[in-house]
């Protein structure tokens, strides 16, 4: 050979991949060479929450995610994350491994971004490591993804000021700069202003996030899809629109790791809580011409009156026993309980029906 060397020669002649990839664990996803993953500076600091946060966003968005809800929330010395969005998602075999050491689905497709190189496979490793718990809550290839991460902040700490939002200037060479503490809050916008052409960001609280997803469900589900539609088979950013009651929305919520009580559920349902705008709508750049905002995609929010929805008792009656009536129809037909009495609510901008199902002996 010219230069001497097999391994050129093979190369030549099959490409680098091999050479690059320890084991093939299949769906796309490989575990890389150790000298690959130095090669991509597979060094990787985690000190702090805000480094978590933005790669779980970086991983979400290397996952062509299009749609990125951040829920945190802390109880004393833990802090919980929580990150659902609708890219490739991880199919359900390699959960774990994802969170080993050089596992990545970018074997030709790392990203170089403004806080380095990613697509490397020693983020989620890192921050497994860094972190008190790591995991995938759910997820299925194509369906999008959950993670929950859940840190302590006496080993590993966060900014002291969590609430002051930043502020963005235009400088006279025409770059933005931040002001602020460099905390959650700060991370995530510059995160939705960097890749605002990529995805849209949401972030608040669990109940803001599970009322976001809920109302993403069900500006997209059919009636049919959310009557008898199957949880594993829906993307998991859909998912919560299959409740009908508070007690299911909370055990959907639960699911997804995203813990709330059945009363915030029943908020959710009622309408008292509004879905999240995207995070951008509230960044504002100095020294900017006001413009219009940019078309985004978001969860809609649908017609709202303020006056909210009444109807007479009596009205009220003559439905239910309409929806009763229906209902036995279907429960003849399908051997269920037929005198099972609907639930129906009225809530701000709609109205809610559950009927109990009892399988016949």
């Known amino acids: 050979m010219a230069d001497g060397s097999l391994e050129s020669f093979i190369e030549n002649v099959n490409g680098d991949s091999h050479l690059r990839v320890e084991a093939d664990l299949g769906d796309g996803f490989v ?4 000298a690959e993953a130095e090669r991509r500076q597979a060094a990787h ?25 951040t829920a945190v929330s802390r109880e004393g010395s833990r802090r919980r994350i929580v990150m659902v969005d609708d890219g490739d998602g991880v199919p359900p075999a390699l959960h774990e491994r994802v969170f080993e050491p050089r ?3 970018k074997l030709d497709s790392m990203h170089l971004d403004k806080w380095g190189v990613h697509g490397r496979g020693m983020a989620l490793y890192s921050i497994a490591v860094n972190a008190e718990t790591a995991r995938i809550a759910a997820s299925e290839q194509g369906q999008g993804a959950s993670f929950v991460v859940e840190t ?13 939002f930043p502020v963005f200037e235009r400088t006279d060479a ?19 202003l960097e890749c605002r052409r990529d995805c849209t960001v949401y972030l608040g609280s669990v109940t803001d996030v599970v009322a976001t997803l809920y109302a993403f469900g069900l500006s997209s589900l059919t009636a049919a899809a959310r009557a008898f539609g199957r949880t594993e088979e829906l993307p998991v950013c859909k998912r919560l629109a299959l409740a009908a009651d508070p007690a299911e929305l909370a055990g959907l919520a639960e699911t997804l790791g995203l813990a709330l009580s059945e009363r915030s559920a029943r908020r959710v349902l009622d309408g008292e809580i509004a879905p999240l705008s995207p995070l951008l709508d509230r960044i504002r750049i100095e020294g900017d011409a006001a413009e219009p905002p940019e078309a985004r ?22 439905f239910s026993d309409r929806v009763a009536a229906a209902y036995r129809d279907i429960a003849r037909r399908y051997y269920l309980e037929p005198d099972a009495r609907p639930e129906v609510r009225v809530g701000k901008d709609g109205i809610r029906i559950h009927i109990p199902v009892t399988k016949l002996d």
Request: net charge positive; charged share 35%.
């Open 31 to 34: 575990r890389l060479r150790s």
């Open 152 to 164: 302590d902040l006496g080993r590993l700490g966060e900014k002291a000021d969590q609430s002051s």
């Open 297 to 318: 995609k978001q969860a809609p929010r649908g017609a709202h009156d303020a006056r909210g929805l009444k109807i007479a008792p009596e009205d009220l009656d003559d």
């Open 174 to 192: 025409g770059t933005v700069a931040v002001r602020g503490p460099k905390n959650i809050l700060r991370t995530v916008c510059e995160f939705a």
């Open 45 to 69: 600091d985690i000190r702090s929450t805000e480094d978590i946060v933005i790669e779980m966003l970086r991983n979400a968005r290397d996952a062509h995610a299009k749609s990125v809800f």
């Open 103 to 105: 596992v990545t689905s």
